[in-house]
């Protein structure tokens, strides 16, 4: 996100974001997709993003062949001022919410972590 965009959405006091990225390929195992969603709350410090990711997987099983598996994993953070909250999952929705020992830098929207943003 260029300077000057933050700059104009942080003087609006929030920020809504949405942000979809595509792989494409002819071969089907080698396809795949990404979305974020995010929110952002100037005027408190606060933020939530949470990102999805639907790709390919290579696996052996016992010492076989290798071969592909859909996996889906989910990403998320929420920001309450100094407090940091991450949780990773299989699925689509975050799970395994935990709190970050130490304090964020509450200047950083916290935007670099999801995809995209």
């Known amino acids: 996100?260029?300077?000057?965009?933050?700059?104009?959405?942080?003087?609006?006091?929030?920020?809504?974001?949405?942000d979809t990225q595509v792989s494409t390929s002819?071969?089907?195992?080698?396809?795949?997709?990404?979305?974020?969603t995010g929110a952002v709350d100037f005027a408190t410090g606060s933020f939530q993003i949470t990102d999805v990711d639907h790709e390919m997987e290579w696996s052996s099983d016992s010492g076989g062949p290798i071969?592909?598996?859909a996996e889906t994993t989910s990403e998320g953070e929420i920001a309450i001022g100094p407090t940091?909250?991450?949780?990773?999952?299989?699925g689509s929705i975050p799970s395994g919410w935990s709190?970050?020992?130490?304090?964020?830098n509450e200047s950083d929207p916290g935007l670099a972590s999801a995809h995209g943003f």
Not at 1 to 18: E, F, I, Q, Y
């Open 1 to 18: 996100m260029s300077g000057r965009v933050l700059a104009a959405t942080k003087a609006a006091g929030t920020a809504h974001l949405d």
């Open 26 to 36: 002819p071969n089907p195992d080698l396809r795949g997709s990404s979305a974020g």
């Open 67 to 69: 071969h592909p598996h």
């Open 84 to 90: 940091l909250y991450p949780a990773f999952g299989p």
């Open 99 to 104: 709190k970050t020992p130490g304090r964020r």
